[in-house]
T-cell receptor
Framework: NAGVTQTPKFRVLKTGQSMTLLCAQD?????MYWYRQDPGMGLRLIHY???????AKGEVPDGYNVSRLKKQNFLLGLESAAPSQTSVYFC???????????????FGPGTRLTVL | QKEVEQDPGPLSVPEGAIVSLNCTYS??????FMWYRQYSRKGPELLMY????GNKEDGRFTAQVDKSSKYISLFIRDSQPSDSATYLC???????????FGGGTRVLVKP
């Protein structure tokens, strides 16, 4: 049981390049999230998905696109990378079932992205 | 102004001391309060979870919520070097809703 995994772990891009970050979870969770973490800013929600084939905007969606073609995967795309997108990106997933705390989100190890 | 405020630290304490962390928030609709722990270069993991006001204890960890003051706290007793991490508070208005995170407090426990 790997939990939430993210690919790649590190990446350096030049301004204007594109890339896709992959998140995979093996817990059969319905909800998946993409966050970015910047110093002193905490985790800010980029996009999220409440199920296969659905996506929704979060707090800071501009410059990013997402897709959830399979329940276990959630992809984050940067079409034209900018230096302001230099950050650590975290994926998380959550079950919808009313466990004692269905607020618990399980996070991946993160992807460190630098845009030059 | 941020919806959730948290002192970034770093907070440095000697081993065995009590670590006291807190967050203030402005949204009175928040009902669910969480503390996540994040080790360096790792993803956050849930440490404590409380609903509404009151205290919750789990081993060396105690979480307190004071909704009247819009203030939450986390206490770590008998701190260990392995407690050195960044602690993030998080809140939501309803169960399963989106979480709003504080900026995190970095804690360093020195042997």
């Amino acid at each position: 049981n790997a939990g939430v995994t993210q690919t790649p772990k590190f990446r350096v891009l030049k301004t204007g390049q594109s890339m896709t970050l992959l998140c995979a979870q093996d817990m059969n969770h319905e909800y998946m999230y993409w966050y970015r973490q910047d110093p002193g800013m905490g985790l800010r929600l980029i996009h999220y998905s409440v199920g296969e084939g659905t996506t929704a905007k979060g707090e800071v969606p501009d410059g990013y696109n997402v897709s959830r073609l399979k329940k276990q995967n959630f992809l984050l795309g940067l079409e034209s990378a900018a230096p302001s997108q230099t950050s650590v990106y975290f994926c998380a997933s959550r079950s919808v079932f009313p466990l004692e705390n269905n607020n618990e989100q399980f996070f991946g190890p993160g992807t460190r992205l630098t845009v030059l | 102004q941020k919806e959730v405020e948290q002192d970034p630290g770093p907070l440095s304490v000697p081993e065995g001391a009590i670590v006291s962390l807190n967050c203030t928030y402005s949204n009175s609709a928040f009902q669910y309060f969480m503390w996540y722990r994040q080790y360096s270069r790792k993803g956050p993991e849930l440490l404590m979870y409380t609903y509404s006001s009151g205290n919750k204890e789990d081993g060396r960890f105690t979480a307190q919520v004071d909704k009247s003051s819009k203030y939450i706290s986390l206490f770590i007793r008998d701190s260990q070097p392995s407690d050195s991490a960044t602690y993030l508070c998080a809140m939501s208005e309803a169960a399963g809703n989106k979480l709003t995170f504080g900026g995190g407090t970095r804690v360093l426990v020195k042997p």
